[in-house]
C-alpha cells in the first residue's frame, strides 16, 4: 500500500496509508525518532519511515487493532500497552471473525469479498518482540509521556508530545468512537476516564487522531465527555453490522454546536 507523508513540522510526520487512511505519526528527537503505530506494514511504509528519518526508530502501537499495528512485523521490537499485551489475547480478532462468519452464513455477498476483508480485521503477532511502554520515552531533546486511557480497547494509550504541546490518541477520541470493540467499557464510565487525564493534559494544544488527517482542539475532550454523558438509548440506530457480535451494534449520535455530529458505536448494553 502506498503511503502519504505529511509534514507537521521540521520532525514531525504523519504517515498515511492511501487506500485505508489511517495516519502512523513519526517524531523524530536528536538521537530516536518514535514511531506511533506501523499500519498494515508493507516494504512501501518502511521506505517512507527510512525516506523521513535515518535515526534510530523505536516503534509503538496506540493499541493492538490490526490497521494500527499489522506493521510491527517490520521492526525486532514493538511497546504497546500493557492490557493489549499480545498474551492477554487480540483485542478484537474473535470480532472479527464472528462478523465475518455471519456474513458468509447469511448475505449473498462472495465469500472471496468476506475472506479479503476478515484479513484486514485480524491481528497475528510473527517474530517481534513485545514490550510494555514506559511511562516516558526520551528521544533526545524531546520526551513522550504514556498515559493509560482505557476504552478503545483495554490498552489504548495516548501519547503526550511534551515539547509540542500535542497529545497523540490513536483511536482513545474520535468523531466516531468504537466501544463495541471493547465490551466492557460503558459511557460514564469512560467519560470519567477522559476526566481523569485532564489535569495531566493541562497546556496541550491539540489532540492527533488516526482516522482524520486534521486535528482535534483540546477542548474537544470537554465535548467528547459531555456527549459521552448525555447520551441514552433513544439517541442509537442500528449500524451497518447486522451480526457476529454479542449484541447489535447501534450508532448513538448527537450534534455539538462547535464540533458537528459525535458518535459512538456501541452495545445498548454499555449506554449507561
Not at 14 to 39: P, S
Not at 78 to 87: L, N
Request: one cysteine or more; glycine letters at 8%; proline letters at 6%.
Amino acid at each position: 500500500m502506498a503511503t502519504k507523508i505529511t509534514k507537521i513540522n521540521q520532525d514531525t510526520f504523519m504517515l498515511t496509508d492511501k487506500l485505508i487512511r489511517v495516519n502512523q505519526f513519526l517524531l523524530c528527537g536528536e538521537k530516536r525518532a518514535l514511531l506511533i503505530d506501523t499500519g498494515y506494514g508493507g516494504e512501501k511504509f518502511l521506505r517512507a519511515v527510512k525516506k523521513v528519518t535515518a535515526l534510530p526508530v523505536t516503534a509503538a502501537n496506540s493499541h493492538l487493532h490490526p490497521d494500527h499495528s499489522c506493521g510491527n512485523y517490520l521492526f525486532e521490537e514493538i511497546y504497546v500497552g500493557a492490557a493489549d499485551m499480545p498474551e492477554n489475547g487480540m483485542p478484537s480478532n474473535e470480532l472479527a471473525h464472528s462478523v465475518a462468519e455471519y456474513y458468509r452464513k447469511n448475505t449473498h455477498i462472495p465469500k472471496a469479498v468476506i475472506n479479503k476483508v476478515e484479513k484486514f480485521g485480524v491481528m497475528q503477532p510473527r517474530e517481534e518482540k513485545y514490550l510494555p511502554l514506559p511511562e516516558l520515552m526520551d528521544l533526545g531533546g524531546r520526551k513522550v509521556r504514556v498515559l493509560p486511557c482505557p476504552g478503545h480497547t483495554p490498552g489504548s494509550v495516548l501519547f503526550l508530545d511534551e515539547r509540542d504541546k500535542t497529545v497523540y490518541a490513536g483511536d482513545a477520541i474520535n468523531p466516531a468512537f468504537w466501544a463495541f470493540t471493547c465490551p466492557n467499557t460503558v459511557f460514564s464510565a469512560y467519560a470519567d476516564v477522559w476526566g481523569s487525564l485532564k489535569d495531566k493534559l493541562c497546556g496541550y494544544k491539540e489532540i492527533r487522531i488516526s482516522h482524520h488527517t486534521k486535528p482535534l482542539d483540546i477542548g474537544y475532550i470537554d465535548a467528547f465527555m459531555e456527549n459521552l454523558r448525555s447520551l441514552t438509548e433513544k439517541d442509537g440506530k442500528l449500524s451497518f453490522i447486522k451480526g457476529g457480535t454479542k449484541e447489535p451494534v447501534y450508532i448513538y449520535k448527537k450534534h455539538n454546536e462547535k464540533y458537528g455530529d459525535m458518535a459512538v458505536w456501541a452495545y445498548p448494553s454499555q449506554v449507561r
